[in-house]
């Protein structure tokens, strides 16, 4: 093939400006199956592969629109294919595609953007394994229902760290906010000496507990900028001064449960009663039982900018990041996923696991006006907070990041590969730019190879 004409037709730079942005501000579905840093989106890729294959005179904004012409005698290299943007659009015109990078990451989220997926198999595996690990993963975070007393699912487990103390306090706890959540100007408040949640709004001045205890501000913490302060004793460190000999980073207590009732249809925040916690304490006697049998991670976090923020707080390996209840529920599910034979199935549900990570330890917060989890990246950095939250690991039927809501994710991801669509733009009454999305026929199903000489025989697109 002749590429004489490569880049030499105009390139709609100002014409694909408003729906690039569109897709940065929202990825198209199936990027979101695995999270990768920095993906780029699939525009601009698309417009440059036009911009090679174009003759000079060729509309390339129309073409953008258009059903994507095969080009089956092109090879594309990527030697750094990151998230795999450039391999998906590539496959689009049925080119041959090479993909290269150092990362093992970047091979599997790659894999999953471009390989098929049997959703039937993988529907009946999900089955299987929910019977087999999900529901007793699920009994670890049962809860007592306020409203009508019957067993509701656990959502999210909130936690505070705490340390052993030298003063006449003997214990610290890391309070660095006492609200939960907030709707408008209505408050969830967990009070510190008594463990009370209850609303308010502040309107009346200072929320005041029954047990004596007063919230000047939803804004009051004991923990501002890393530094710890008790208002008791006035004792004052910086919370990477504490000691795992302290109990600092690992011991918490679980101050509120948000939880959803599949009977009464209740969902809202409780206290934790003594049936919660000794509900937490006999999954981490379970954890320890069988430590040795779970393929739990024993690397050791390597020195780096954004580790050492973490191993100067007393984190050294990678399972610390996780709580025993959430190793043990995570333990057994991999487990499981481990024991699949059939590799093809095996593939999605590792996908799915390695995805609900980022959601599943003890560096997601909670946030508060939103009613929902934030993964481990939510500020791009591993930051070592001292009120995690905790998510309940297969899943209930709200919440996010779970296991049942990452493999669902993926399956709708995935169905954008045989429907797939780029976006438009129109101006509305407004002045501001809608959507719209424009399918053209194209499709992404590839089979991954690692030799070559295979390159040619593997089925890409049809």
């Known amino acids: 093939m002749n590429f004489e004409n490569a880049f030499k037709a105009d390139m709609p730079f100002d014409i694909m400006y408003q729906p690039s942005r569109k897709e940065a501000s929202r990825k198209k579905p199936v990027f979101f199956i695995h999270k990768y840093f920095a993906r ?16 000079e005179h060729d509309d390339i904004s129309k073409m953008f629109y258009e059903k994507s012409k095969s080009k089956e005698d092109i090879t594309v290299l990527d030697p750094f294919m990151g998230g795999g943007t450039t391999i998906f659009e590539a496959l689009r ?28 198999k993988v529907k009946k595996e999900i089955a299987i394994l929910k019977k087999n690990v999900g529901e007793r993963i699920k009994e670890y975070y049962k809860t007592k229902c306020p409203c009508c007393g019957k067993q509701a699912d656990g959502m999210y487990a909130f936690h505070v760290k705490k340390v052993k103390s030298n003063t006449d306090c003997k214990e610290h706890r890391f309070f660095s906010t006492f609200i939960i959540a907030y709707k408008k100007d209505e408050f969830t408040v967990v009070c510190p ?32 900028s890393g530094v710890f302060t008790c208002p008791e004793c006035n004792e004052s460190h910086s919370l990477s001064d504490y000691s795992v000999e302290d109990g600092y980073p690992f011991d918490t207590d679980i101050i509120a449960i948000e939880y959803c009732c599949p009977f009464c249809g209740a969902h809202d925040y409780k ?27 024993d690397q050791f976090i390597p020195s780096g900018y954004n580790t050492n923020q973490i191993l100067n707080h007393g984190y050294k390996q990678f399972k610390d990041l996780f709580n025993k209840r959430q190793l043990l529920c995570l333990g057994l599910l991999l487990q499981e ?69 990452t493999i669902q994710k993926i399956l709708r991801g995935k169905r954008f590969n045989k429907k797939i669509y780029d976006l438009s733009v129109s101006k509305n009454a407004s002045g501001l730019y809608d959507s719209i999305q424009i399918e053209n026929g194209d499709y992404v199903e590839a089979e991954s190879v690692e030799d070559y000489s295979l390159l040619d025989k593997s089925p890409s697109h049809c």
């Not at 894999?111 to 959703?119: F, P, R, S, T, Y």
């Not at 990246?377 to 709200?398: D, Q, R, T």
Request: a neutral charge; one cysteine or more.
């Open 193 to 224: 000496k008594c463990g009370k949640l209850e609303k308010t709004t502040f309107k009346n001045g200072p929320y005041e507990c029954t047990c004596g205890w007063k919230l000047d501000s939803p804004k009051d913490s004991y923990v501002k």
């Open 271 to 297: 206290a934790p009663d003594d049936a919660d916690i000794n509900l937490y304490n006999k999954a981490v006697l379970d954890f320890h039982k069988i430590e040795n049998e779970l393929p739990i991670p």
């Open 337 to 405: 996923i481990n024991k699949v034979n059939d590799k093809g199935v095996q593939l999605w549900l590792q996908l799915a696991f390695s995805g609900m990570l980022e959601m599943n330890n003890m560096f997601c917060r909670y946030q508060q006006n939103a009613y929902k989890i934030c993964n481990i990246f939510f500020n791009h950095a591993y930051v070592p907070i001292s009120m995690p939250v905790e998510n309940c690991v297969w899943g209930a039927k709200l919440g996010t990041g779970t296991f049942e809501k």
């Open 40 to 55: 780029r989106i699939t525009a601009n890729f698309r417009m440059s592969l036009l911009g090679f294959i174009a003759n």
């Open 93 to 120: 015109f049925g080119c041959k595609v090479i993909g290269n990078d150092l990362q093992p990451l970047s091979l599997f989220v790659t894999k999953g953007l471009v390989e098929n997926i049997d959703e039937t």
